[in-house]
């Protein structure tokens, strides 16, 4: 693999619209209260590079041949996570007042505002599973791994665990990262697979390929906050241990830790590699997580 | 019925056990972060009426003769109002700091600690009804109600309006409390019900009764709070008025609001009646919450 930054694969902006249109449909919210509505839609279609969603339709069509059957699914992970973004930017939490150059969604509609969409978002993503176009079955399968993702030992678990801020060895951050996005990553390739009727191997072999993308989607992060170019990543250089947070690069040393994502990347090809020209997307996007530029 | 207050029916006290077991049981969250656990437990396991899971189990066990088959969905429908009870009571919502006689969540573990406790309940009441001995079909069908119920068109919706003050006529008041608390026993008579087997003009009648249930307690608790016994209430006559709360005897005048609900009482044990003895829990549940004095 080439150590050059690289721009997202093509397949990536070619999926992205499909994801767009979901989203913006299921969003409309005819019914709802206009200003709770407002909030929603300000928290979820204002961009973002869509990774989950796309990573959900990618395993989708490398088991099926197409992406349809995963996008209730895709706009599910998508909604958990701008719910998450919202309440992690709460002025109780990370207190962030920008977000992908806007106003975060409390600066705009409020603390109370924000609260409630995200609560609402919660809700509206297990509601978009159920129109999964799968047997019934399929469906509660599908809610059990969301539901597990976002919990307390999924991404909600990992958000209390960095507040806390006890990770202090590399064991601790992998635990704390494999909940708070690893969770998430992992959830988003699991029902991309089942909504293409993945089950058994498969799925264990999805599980083990989310599992190393989410530790080199991290890893990539920390390295990109001590070494990225801050015209790019819209961050200065250094600012997560100016915020004491414990990242990769600050407990293992940055060679070190190139030396694990490495690793992590071939381990992910690897499993993929039996599967062809069909995993080519997911080979993409791992690849595309070491070598992101912002 | 009689006008005089009355404490609550005899079933709901001996269903009440059967709640805090399962409760207990699926919040023992092995493997979770200690804190986030703590205050899970603390919010939802610190008492309660717990009228929502013994509604459900009542609807269950009318259907089916049973209990057994609704203890999951009477888990998740209790763990979503405690999870909307904790984000009520936050500092930028309600800014509440006692709740039955406890400090509120966030008091206790702090607002950060009290958004994630609230965010992983939710979680977990779907991942709840995953368990429910029922098809995966039916499952699917128990997750489309209680999004919709927690969602943007329901319980969220109703806080939002809440919070805008909105509501100035009985219409508006009704809508707003649809969705505030009646989205919530909708759900949860019709999960009770769909565990127990019931479809078609059986879950049509559950909800006509869940419908009118939900304004009786509404209505009983504005009435409440103009003339309830404040030693009984925990609140002082008139508190709703003076927080600037649109109320049903402020915009119907106490008689009326009395008339209307005695003509809902009416209205819901019609729709039970051709059920007979198998509805009379449900039946005592709607008089019971027209006639209680806390």
Redesign the interface.
């Known amino acids: 693999m080439s150590d050059s930054p690289a721009g997202p694969p093509t397949f990536l902006a070619a999926l992205k619209p499909a994801v767009e249109d979901e989203l913006g449909r299921r969003l409309a919210?005819e019914?709802?209260?206009e200003?709770?509505?407002r909030a929603?839609q300000y928290a979820v279609l204002g961009g973002g590079k869509r990774l989950r969603p796309v990573m959900a339709l990618s395993a989708c069509r490398m088991v099926s041949g197409h992406i349809e059957p995963a996008l209730p699914a895709a706009a599910a992970v998508e909604m958990i996570h701008a719910?998450?973004l919202v309440?992690d930017d709460?002025p109780?939490?990370d207190d962030d007042d920008m977000r992908r150059g806007r106003p975060t969604t409390h600066r705009v509609f409020?603390?109370?505002?924000a609260?409630?969409a995200?609560?609402?978002l919660?809700?509206?993503a297990?509601?978009c599973?159920?129109d999964s176009p799968v047997?019934?079955?399929?469906?509660?399968?599908m809610?059990?791994v969301?539901?597990?993702a976002?919990?307390?030992?999924?991404m909600?678990?990992g958000?209390?665990?960095d507040?806390?801020g006890a990770a202090t060895e590399a064991a601790e951050l992998d635990e704390m990262h494999a909940h708070k996005t690893g969770a998430l990553f992992r959830a988003a390739v699991l029902l991309g697979g089942i909504a293409g009727g993945a089950s058994g191997a498969l799925l264990d072999d999805l599980e083990r390929y989310a599992r190393a993308f989410g530790l080199v989607f991290q890893i990539s992060d920390d390295l990109l906050d001590v070494s990225g170019d801050p015209r790019k990543t819209g961050r200065y250089r250094g600012s997560d241990a100016d915020l004491g947070r414990r990242t990769y690069p600050g407990v293992l040393g940055v060679a070190a830790s190139r030396d694990r994502m490495d690793a992590l990347v071939a381990e992910g090809l690897s499993v993929l590699a039996p599967y062809g020209d069909g995993a080519s997307d997911l080979a993409e996007l791992l690849e595309f997580a070491a070598r992101r530029d912002a």
Chains 1, 2 share one sequence.
Not at 135 to 141: E, L, M, W, Y
Not at 150 to 154: C, I, K, L
């Open positions: 919210l019914g709802a209260p200003n709770l509505a929603i719910y998450s309440h709460l109780c939490m409020g603390e109370a505002g609260v409630l995200g609560d609402a919660q809700a509206l297990f509601e599973l159920v047997s019934g079955a399929d469906v509660a399968r809610v059990g969301l539901a597990g976002a919990g307390p030992r999924g909600v678990g958000q209390a665990l507040i806390e």
